[in-house]
């Protein structure tokens, strides 16, 4: 079980917005440490989505988006296209756990 | 540009032992800051934090499921980061990823991961 709690699947039609939450706690999220979200294809390895709660690194479009507040943070995907059909998941640090923490990955399907 | 090669994956008994190593480039890997880390993914699963190891090797840090078992290090001169993993375990298949570690204002992030190897104990 992930301490940070995110939506198994979502999916959307091509151009489309979908969210994708993440919930943790007052040792994670709501400690005030940071959100990041990574984007994996299949078969490939994670890429950096989002780091900083809000910031995209270079080269990923800005129809991916993200914010934090308390104890969650979310990701958005707006114009929704057939290439962001992957797994997403969010990372924080735990206070708890004295370790970095992911969500259980939520799978993005395009209809 | 920055690139992670890991290496050393393969199929091992229970309770055996396997070293992974991953050869970075495209950056100063002794670099102050440029802490390292693993990430593993067993078949069909997420993303679950191993290990961190400081730049100068003075830090680590690892998961309960792994303490005690697996070790990490790292050669600065041959730009190779190493993963010990000593009495291995069904539940330790997975494919294993070394992660660069940067910061945020309020956390550490990866920017940059390898491509993976995986383990497969059996």
């Known amino acids: 079980q992930s301490v940070l709690t995110q939506p198994p699947s979502v999916s959307g039609a091509p151009g489309q917005r979908v969210t994708i939450s993440c919930t943790g706690s007052s040792s994670n999220i709501g400690a005030g440490y940071d959100v990041h979200w990574y984007q994996q294809l299949q078969g490939t390895a994670p890429k950096l989505l989002i780091y900083?709660?809000?910031n995209r690194p270079s080269g990923v479009p800005d129809r991916f988006s993200a914010s934090k507040s308390g104890t969650s943070a979310s990701l958005a995907i707006t114009g929704l296209q057939a290439e962001d059909e992957a797994d997403y998941y969010c990372?924080?640090?735990?206070?708890?756990?004295?370790?970095?923490?992911f969500g259980i990955g939520t799978k993005v399907t395009v209809l | 540009q920055v690139q992670l090669v890991e290496s050393g994956g393969g199929v091992v008994q229970p309770g055996r032992s396997l070293r992974l190593s991953c050869v970075a480039s495209g950056f100063t890997f002794s670099g102050y800051d440029m802490h390292m880390h693993w990430v593993r993914q067993a078949p069909g699963k997420g993303l679950e934090w191993v290990a961190i190891?400081?730049?100068?090797?003075?830090?680590?840090y690892y998961s309960e499921s792994v303490k005690g078992r697996f070790t990490v290090s790292r050669d600065n001169s041959k730009n190779t980061l190493f993963l010990q993993m000593d009495s291995l375990r069904a539940d330790d298949t997975a494919v294993y990823y070394c992660a660069r570690q940067r910061h945020s204002g309020s956390g550490e992030y990866f920017d940059y991961w390898g491509q993976g190897t995986l383990v497969t104990v059996s």
């Open positions: 900083g709660n809000i």
């Open positions: 990372q924080s640090y735990d206070s708890s756990v004295s370790g970095y923490v």
């Open positions: 190891i400081w730049n100068d090797e003075t830090t680590k």
